[in-house]
């Protein structure tokens, strides 16, 4: 029972030294044996095997499959949707209250919108076929960044093929190995992932805290060439919003570039809907680097940077994410799972987030409110959440059952 009791609590290395002991102590058991190759193997051109079942988190990727399935919790990822994801979506032949889509402001499926991306299709076709320095442009490119550099306040705007892309690109190319980065600890994965890429000396933050953000900076900045502090406009998993007039005076005081993530911002705070600035009334010229992406409230795909002239010509110029790239044109948290999995019986599809999206105890369920969702259908939603919430709770004697079955399985691979 105490391994049933902690099972699901354990850090990823605590979890990852559990399976090795299972997987050991399968293997010492008369008859026995190591988990099993995978199936998915190549060979390279020395001859030596490659096996994914040696990747990091392959075999608990396993493990977990496995407890959902004996647990009888579907795989909520990866549905498939037929027609247009709004408010509602047909998956199969039910149509459910949807709570998974970025569609912020319910403009997919718009009749404007689709008119304009068919006429773009047939005067342009369906790709500009390599990178914009390579295959040259479209009018469509300079008239969509000049149009989100305004929607901004700023020089100008350079518009990359993926959100995630743009962070990883951006910051891993503008930092180096003698500078700094300083980011909230709850930052999106894609500027972690451009920090590491950067080698620049990587110091987060507690959440929101500007504070926080300050004495960092003061105790680091003097080691660094330069420093950049990055935080996010509007926080979606937790909906919090950051003080952005107090991380531009901290990153003012500090001679750092402040750097705000509005991927989630934009279409959603201020009174026009142009995101953290428009909400606190200040002047985006104190933010060094707007990055936004398309796919949210914009129901496209891409992202982009707006600054000033300067720092766009240099990324079009030099950014690898640009420069190389063609033009635009299972669940660990039981409860969570079981809950997203009563939800969607109930007829509402709401996807569960969980470690390392969120950290590993504060799995949920995460809501998309746009605004072609009735009230109606809220209310609705709210009420058959609090009657699934109470009735799926995890019983201890099924962490028991889970931790039998993840034995077992283990003694089979």
Known sequence: MELGRNLFGLSAQAKARLIDKLSSAAAARPGGHSPRRSSWETVDATGQRLDASELEGFREIGLIREAAQFLDIADPFFRVHEGIAGAETLIGSKTYINFASYNYIGLNGHPRISEAAKAAIDRYGTTVSASRPVSGERPLHRELEQALARLHGCED?????????TNVTVVGHLLG??????HDALIHNSIAQGAALSGARRAPFRHLDHEAADRLLGELRPRF??????????????????DL??????????????????AHALGVLGPRGFGTADRFGVDPGEVDIWMGTLSKSLVSCGGYIAGKKDLIDYLKHSAPGFVFSVG??????????????????????????????VPERAARLRFFLTAAHTEEQIRDTVRILLEESRRVALEPRDLAAVVRHLGNFAATR
């Open 225 to 242: 060439d330069r420093a950049l502090l990055v935080i996010e406009g509007h926080y979606s998993m937790d909906g919090d919003v950051p």
């Open 177 to 182: 190995r003698n500078d700094l980065i300083v």
């Open 157 to 165: 705007c350079v518009a990359l093929v993926g959100g995630h892309s």
């Open 245 to 262: 007039p107090g991380f531009i005076a901290v990153a003012r005081h500090h001679r750092a570039w402040l750097m705000v993530d509005e």
């Open 328 to 357: 635009m044109a299972p669940p660990s948290s039981i409860g969570a799972g079981r809950l997203a999995q009563a939800m969607f019986q109930r007829g509402i599809n709401v996807q569960p987030i969980l470690y390392p999206a």
